[in-house]
């Protein structure tokens, strides 16, 4: 049983430029959630979604920033217009339900802007 | 929000406990405690979760003092694969994005030594 998948696992990207990060939850889990880590920082919840419905995007920044999970594929963080700041770790999780005790994270896109 | 207040950095000789100790003083009557870790380059890693009694698994032992005041997270053999980010986290299962939304602070980093 596959983990959590997610793609790619580095990303450069030109300021300005569009960056699409991609999370296959594990096979079973239709809820999904995105978290980012700043260069020395702990993780921060961004959003969190189910099949074809964000639930809880409070954590999200309000420009650029978008997610989705539609019914057939994986989710997908888009950011655009990438800018310096947005360099950071994304980390997705699934889980069977919302009140999981444990949700399965995947390895991460590190983004960088140039 | 409750709050976890654990040591920046902890040290262990390979093969022998490591204690990992996590305050939130201020934790509510329905906050599971949680432990992920943190492997370096990769996505969190769920470990264990406990309410009130002490908990045990195949990867950790969870003691959380009568109180709920504290908690400690048990390693009882450490290995170099140990070497991590450890974190402790309060989770309402109980209230909506409490129960989703995982804070993550800075943790303990914890070093393995040969």
């Known amino acids: 049983n596959a983990g959590v998948m997610q793609n790619p696992r580095h990303l450069v990207r030109r300021r300005g430029q569009e960056a699409r990060l991609r999370c296959s939850p594990m096979?079973?889990?239709?809820?999904v959630y995105w978290y980012r880590q700043l260069p020395e920082e702990g993780l921060k919840f961004m959003v969190y979604l189910q099949k074809e419905n964000i639930i809880d995007e409070s954590g999200m920044p309000k420009e650029r920033f978008s997610a989705e999970f539609p019914k057939e594929g994986p989710s997908i963080l888009r950011i655009q217009q990438v800018v310096r700041g947005d360099s950071a770790a994304y980390f997705c999780?699934?889980?069977?339900?919302?009140?999981?005790?444990?949700?399965?994270f995947g390895s991460g896109t590190r983004l960088t802007v140039v | 929000d409750a709050k976890t207040t654990q040591p920046n950095s902890m040290e262990s000789n390979e093969e022998e406990p490591v204690h990992l100790p996590c305050n939130h003083s201020?934790?509510?009557?329905?906050?599971?405690i949680h432990w992920y870790r943190q492997l370096p380059s990769q996505g969190p890693e769920y470990v264990i979760h406990g309410l009130t009694s002490n908990v045990n698994n195949r990867m950790a032992s969870l003691a959380i003092a009568e109180d709920r005041k504290s908690s400690t997270l048990i390693l009882h053999r450490a290995t170099l694969r140990d070497a991590a980010v450890y974190y402790c986290?309060?989770?309402?299962?109980?209230?909506?994005?409490?129960?989703?939304?995982?804070?993550f602070g800075k943790g303990t980093k914890l070093s393995v030594i040969p």
């Open positions: 201020t934790i509510s009557g329905t906050d599971y």
């Open positions: 986290i309060l989770r309402d299962m109980y209230s909506g994005a409490g129960s989703y939304q995982l804070t």
């Open positions: 999780a699934s889980s069977p339900q919302q009140d999981d005790y444990g949700y399965t």
């Open positions: 096979k079973g889990h239709s809820h």
